[in-house]
């Protein structure tokens, strides 16, 4: 019987349609029910297959250090947050939000400071009473990194329902969430510092806009984009609209434009080094052209894809979430060059794909 | 490590001790506080938190305790669950009245419309169940919020949902809903109060039986119901089919909070369920039976006690042509009588049978017989029959259906549709026929269903317009391997009428569920 190693690189051999770019990016993803992989973008392999115990059936959101050396995820039904050490699989932080009287639950929305010494969360909590529950107000709890596997939080002040995504800015000083609207709060105090339109965008002629992004990716550019759908007005009547939004978390820009009328599902982008492209994925992978507001290509995928994110020197694309394949395509043409199948299949679900350059 | 919940270890203290047997025999309040009140505190003698706040039917009572043995980890035997189910649907049930709207639900009638509770409740409440669920439930306005606070708590990716997130759901859920809820369905209600103050109809005894199984089959006959040894109702059925042979059936059944009947049994070696309420009155079961493991096959029912004053329950087929001939069975009470029957004008009867609860004749509809409504009547009972000439208009029923696809432990669900004839008298007046035969056939619903070859993939539909969806999963032949899923116009073409007259319904089939709850 030959190693899973081996059949893999075999099926590799048989997948490899192109030549692989010379990036030397590391891609994370995490499947189910506990596992976290290491891939080398360029040679379409797996360099760390890591298994996190407790993970209870979901690995999700990761989010790297800012030195590229722990990634931390979401695990055990949103209850758990850890960090692994990358080169090693070890578990180096660990913090269970639920205790025996209160459920709390993180919506894959977690961001760490630009030194790496804290992470603050997104608390969604449920007091479990005797003969009844009762919701309570979500909340940021900010943890020491270096607190180890009981990690308690050192901070916690009062945040706004239903977000779903939290975006470090590069100062430290504050960062951003997403929910029904674009939040910033202050890292020491969590002040609300600001609030900027969402659901309440300012789109002439628009409907209330649907976003929801459950993959933080700002790499390579530091810009978070998203696709926003909205009815739009078209020749007079409202029309199913996708609109591009993206946030630059270091100026603080936020920008949306409409690009097409709806006609492909969209679930992530990703903008692209020369922030000329962004790319799309679900059924379908969608490249559009930031500048001129519109669509610049589209391919059928094999199956859907969720979650997309793009090589550092910009010349591929890459996908995964939902099942076990890691797709690479080409960005200029929108080509499939290779499908890296995880091990044992392993699915992906809603984890994020992240990419960390050169290493 | 998952974390152990204090219910949880509430449960293991408060349970260890009880010794089921005994436990059956204990009254009520009694097994409430055995089994419930180590979580549900006694605030006052016989009152317990929660559980004393609310009303529901037996199913909702049956959703709960699932949910408290699931969820809470309650390990309530089955005896005991049995005699809650029955001491909470007897103590805090709902008035005939107040389930009579969401009855629909209760009887898994496939294909029905839902309540209409406004825009708000509708998209709030109706996206993941029937509004039927809510409308089956008495509370208070803190008790009504208690529950949505449970709803948050148990499905917090709620708001994160489509139709969830495009408003503050917990906000409107938490703040405006309770209250308007319980002005809906509130827990105290002169209803109610009246119900348990009544004696509760004695439902022992000769009933006259007909059913309906929508796709053309009609019964008739009788039901002999009486009380067994622990003073729950046995049912033999004795039934007919029109146009077929003789069907035999009985039933074993409970009735909860007075007129609710709930039976298993058989009929014509088939396993049935039945869900039937009993009138104010106790003279009338009306219901629907099903298949316990496909609750969309069944059929209508209606019992009428045989001594009840003189009525027509049934009369078939209701519709008669100009120029032809039936034989037409009329069901009901007190038809026997000196008296000749009589059909109408333009009808001739001769009479085949004659007895207090079945006449049986072949009627003959002259040629020249004006179309329109008749009276039958025999004996002190009258009933209604409707002469045509021709089928002017045709309706399918449902307008809009669901069909299932099926595979591994899941069933397909099939939709049954039906003609419904209908014609238009001299005045002008279109009056109904009832179902009438027709031809059947399956159409693409719209361009894209017919792009992606919808006919072809999701099923086939039967001579008797039953459509049964093919297998669930992947199907390399399809589009992304797509799902034998598809959106499909039902047209049928009434035998008795010109090619030109076609009635036509939606049918959409879709995937599998996973979870079948006693209240959708």
Known sequence: MPSPRRRLAAALLLLALGAPALAGDLILTGAKPDKLYVIDAAKRTVL??????GANGLVGSLVPSPDGKRVYAVINRMESIVGVDLATGATVFRADLSTPTERVKDFFALTVTPDGRELIAYEVPTRLKPSEYEVEQPRFAVFRTDAGLKAQPVRVYPAQRRMHMLLMRPSGKSFYALGFELYEYDVKTGRLLG???????????????DLLA??????????????????APQDGKPTPTTALMSLDVATGALDYRDFEPMSALIFSTVLSPDRRSAYGVYSTLTKIDVPGRKLAGRVPLDHTFYSVNVATDGREIYMGGAMCDVGFYD????????????????????????????? | MPIRSVPLLLALLVLAPAAPAAAATESGAALVRTWCSGCHRERAPGQFERISDIRKTPEGWVMTLFRMRQVHHLALPDEVHDALVRHLADTQGLAPAEAAPGRFALERRPNVQDLDLGPELGVMCGRCHSLARVALQRRDADEWLKHMHFHMGQFPSLEYQASGRDRPWWEIASTKLPAELAALYPLATPAWRDWQARAKPELAGRWVVVG???????????AEIRRDAAGEYRAQYALTEVGGGALAGESHAIVYTGFEWRGRGTLGGHATREIYAASEDGRRLTGRWFDPEHSEEGGDFTALRADAPAEVLAVLPQALKVGTGAHVVVVGTGLAGAAAPSFG?????????REANVLEADVTVAADAAPGNRVVSAGAASGRLVVYRQIDALEVRPAYGIARVGGGRIAPVTAQFEAIGATRLPGGELVSLGPVAAEWRAEPFDEEAKRTADVDFAGRLEANGRYR?????????????????????????ARDAGDALEGRGHLVVTVQRWNTPPIY
């Not at chain 1, 609030?195 to 806009?209: A, C, D, K, V």
């Not at chain 1, 200029?332 to 679900?349: H, M, S, V, W």
């Not at chain 2, 199984?213 to 009788?222: L, N, Q, S, W």
């Not at chain 2, 004008?345 to 049978?353: E, F, P, Q, Y």
């Open chain 2, 345 to 353: 004008d333009g009808a001739r009867a001769v009479v085949a049978r």
């Open chain 1, 331 to 359: 960005a200029a043409t929108l080509e499939k060059k290779a499908i890296l199948k995880l091990p044992g299949c392993a699915d992906q679900a809603l984890a994020s794909l992240r990419v960390l350059a050169a290493h």
């Open chain 1, 48 to 53: 760390h297959e890591y298994r996190i115990p």
């Open chain 1, 214 to 231: 459950f993959w933080p990716v700002t790499e390579p550019t530091g810009v978070f984009t998203s696709p926003v759908y909205a009815e």
């Open chain 1, 195 to 209: 609030t900027r339109g969402i659901q309440h965008w300012e789109m002439p002629g628009h409907s209330q806009p």
């Open chain 2, 212 to 222: 309906h199984v929508p796709g053309g089959r009609d019964f008739y006959g009788t």
């Open chain 2, 469 to 493: 969806p093919a297998g669930a999963g992947p199907n390399p032949k399809r589009e992304f391997s797509g799902n034998n899923v598809g959106n499909l116009a039902i047209v049928a073409r």
